[in-house]
């Protein structure tokens, strides 16, 4: 099922988008840019709760992907 998503076109944008990222954290203070992903990480950390699939719901998903991604090697 195709939904008309444009996988080339949205590579680029990721790649322009850590292109300009990796430009500010050369041209600002360190002090600056840490502050920044420091804060960024307590917000991800705080919201964690908020989410409904719990750690464990987690795990089973991953380890059924893996055993779909190579299946007999368990």
Same mark, same amino acid.
């Given at each position: 099922? +195709?939904?008309?998503?444009d996988r080339?076109?949205?590579r680029q +944008?990721?790649?322009?988008?850590v292109r300009r990222h990796a430009l500010w954290v050369?041209?600002?203070?360190? +002090?600056?840019?840490?502050?920044?992903?420091?804060d960024l990480i307590d917000a991800f950390l705080a919201n964690a709760g908020s989410y409904a699939?719990?750690?464990?719901?987690?795990?089973e998903m991953?380890?059924?992907?893996a055993k779909r991604r190579h299946p007999g090697s368990s």
């Open positions: 099922m +195709e939904l008309g998503f080339e076109k949205n +944008e990721r790649l322009a988008f050369r041209r600002v203070p360190n +002090e600056v840019w840490s502050r920044e992903q420091a699939l719990s750690r464990a719901r987690y795990l991953h380890q059924a992907l």
